[in-house]
Nanobody, 116 residues
Framework: QVQLVESGGGLLQPGGSLRLSCTAS????????MSWYREAVGKEREWVAS????????NYADSVKGRFTISRDDAKSTLYLQSDSLKTEDTALYYC?????????WGQGTQVTVSS
């Protein structure tokens, strides 16, 4: 079955950087578009970034554009999110996502806390 395992979250100060990882298994990783979402306390889950199956197309939410970079390593079946110039409003639980057919799969999330 599809498994997504996020890692790399932590506690850091504003302006800091972090690289999140999502290791995938149970499906042909290289065949699917992948996405990152986040959910802050008291807010709905929101889309952050997506990358096409080939890696050639990336898209970002306006709130992270220019600060975050999504990438993938198909040989390692791993999705990344490089997060720079972090702000307090980036504090959230970050999830990776894949949609296969009509089924959306999610990992357990990794917590990113940005605080001074």
């Amino acid at each position: 079955q599809v498994q997504l395992v996020e890692s790399g979250g932590g506690l850091l100060q504003p302006g800091g950087s972090l690289r999140l990882s999502c290791t995938a298994s149970g499906f042909t990783f290289s065949s699917y578009d992948m996405s990152w979402y986040r959910e802050a306390v008291g807010k709905e889950r929101e889309w952050v970034a997506s990358i096409s199956s080939t890696g050639g197309v990336t898209n970002y939410a306006d709130s992270v554009k220019g600060r975050f970079t999504i990438s993938r390593d198909d040989a390692k079946s791993t999705l990344y999110l490089q997060s720079d110039s972090l702000k307090t409003e980036d504090t959230a639980l970050y999830y990776c996502n894949v949609n296969i057919g009509f089924i959306a799969s999610w990992g357990q999330g990794t917590q990113v806390t940005v605080s001074s």
